[in-house]
C-alpha cells in the first residue's frame, strides 16, 4: 500500500495533479483507460487486469496466462475473456476496446484486480539496447538490429551509412539517440524506451499493486495469493530481473558523459519520482544509492 500512497503523494502534492474523476468526465476516463488496455493481459475467471510495459516482464506474463489456463481447466481461454466475448481479445491477448459499449468496458473493469510491474527506468534503457544490439541470437533480430544501427547512424550524424555491414552503436550513441527520439515529438517515441508513465500514468489509473522487478518474487507471491492461484502458477523471472543490479549499471553507464546522463535521467523524471527511485544528479550518485 505505501507504493500507492507515494503515487497518491507525488502526484497530488509535487504534480499537482488530481484523480481522474469517472463521472465527471467519463469520456476522458475512456480514452485513458483504453490507452492502458491495449497495453494489458486480462483473465475473466481470475479477475485480474495485468498491464505491462515494453522491456518489463512482458513475455513472462505470457507464461502466467499459459500455466492458468494448462494447470486450471475451468479455465475458458489462455488469456481469458470479458463476459464472453463482449469485450473481445486480439489473438495475442490484448483486450480490444472497441465495438463494444464504453459503459460496459468501463463497470466490466472496474471489478478487477489491477497489477502493474515496474522497474528503474535506467534499467529499461539498459534492456532494450541488450535487446537490440547484443546477443543477436536469430536473423529477424539481427535484421532489426542492422536497420536500427543504420537509423541511429543517420540520426547523430545526418547521413545514410552505405555499408553492408551496420555500424556498431556504443550504448552512448544509443542513449543519444533516446533522447533525440524524445525532441521529435512525443507521439514518436519508440515503446521500448518511451517514459513508463506514457502508457500507464500513475496519475490516472489506480493500481492494486504496483510490482517492482527488484521485489518481484515476493510481490508476485503476495499477488497469487490474494488472486487465490498460487497453487496453479509461479511466476517466471524474466530478464529484467537478472540483468540488472550494480556492477551492470557501473559497466554500462561509466562511460556515459555527465551532460547525457543528465538528459536521460530529465526525460525519466517522472518515473523515477513517482516510483520511488532516487533521482541522481550523476553517474557516481546513482550508483551510490544502489545495492
Known sequence: MYRQQRVRHVCEIELKRKPLNLTADPDAAFTVLETRLRNSFCNEDFKFIASFIYEIEKS?????FANLYNNSPGVKKLHGRLDNGLIPIE????????????????????TFYNVIIVCHPLCRLINSYQYTFENLDDMARSEYAHRKARLIAKVLNNVASEEKVAPIVSFTDFLQ???????????????????MFRSHDPCDHYFDLIAHTETLKEDMDYLFEVLQIQKLVKYPMGHSVEKCNRTVFEDYFSSVPDDLFLDV???????????????????????AHME
Request: proline fraction near 4%.
Open 177 to 195: 539517440f533516446v533522447v533525440n527520439d524524445r525532441l521529435f515529438g512525443a507521439d514518436n517515441y519508440n515503446a521500448r524506451w518511451a517514459p
Open 60 to 64: 513472462s506474463w505470457r507464461k502466467v
Open 265 to 287: 535521467v530529465k526525460m525519466y523524471e517522472y518515473d523515477l519520482k513517482v516510483y520511488g527511485y532516487h533521482f541522481p544528479c550523476d553517474v557516481k550518485d546513482m550508483l
Open 91 to 110: 489473438d495475442d491477448g490484448h483486450i480490444s476496446p472497441y465495438r463494444v459499449s464504453k459503459k460496459l468496458i468501463m463497470e466490466k473493469v472496474s
